[in-house]
């Protein structure tokens, strides 16, 4: 006597479990608010938008939707913030979690951003307040600023607050390690 499952036995046992599976495409009874039940998503993109006029963008590779807090927690993100629905900035970093109540949006790993004007801000570790428009962080950062006159600003430091579009909000906060270095030829009035 044979033991055992033949080969199409198991094919028709594999594919009668996985028509059971696709044929409940109704979301479960036990689906809730506290069920902490969560959603797998590759490939995603939210939109902010009034009026069909877009105020960012935050895309990524994947993300978890965690039902229970709706907080997101996504890979290889990335935000574009819009001036009149023209891109003026752009976010990116390895990995990001986002409170979808408060819209408070920490962004971690490799975090780079960078407006049309040339600014660029890098840093380990980025908050993004939607509700105020600002980023904010105190690790250490090196915030690249170009200036009209040909010249380029390099500060190093730890703490910054800026808008959005990489403008200063109130003062660049600098706790320690501050080294700020210009370079280009400097045109002195005499």
Sequence with gaps: MRTGTSTS???YSVLTV???ITACGSEPADWSDNSGQIQTVADFRLVQAEDGIRDWMLSGDSAV???ADSVLFMTEVNIVFYENDIPESFVRSDTGT????????ILWGNVHAENLNGRTLDTDLLNWSDSMETFDTDCLVTFVIPESTGTLT??????VNLDTGLSAVGDV???E???AVTTGELHLDE
């Design 9 to 11: 036995g198991l094919f």
């Design 18 to 20: 996985f028509l059971i």
């Design 65 to 67: 939707y965690r039902e």
């Design 98 to 105: 986002s409170d979808l109540v408060n819209g408070e949006t």
């Design 154 to 159: 390099t500060i190093h430091g730890r703490g």
């Design 173 to 175: 906060i600098v706790r």
């Design 177 to 179: 390690s501050f080294t």
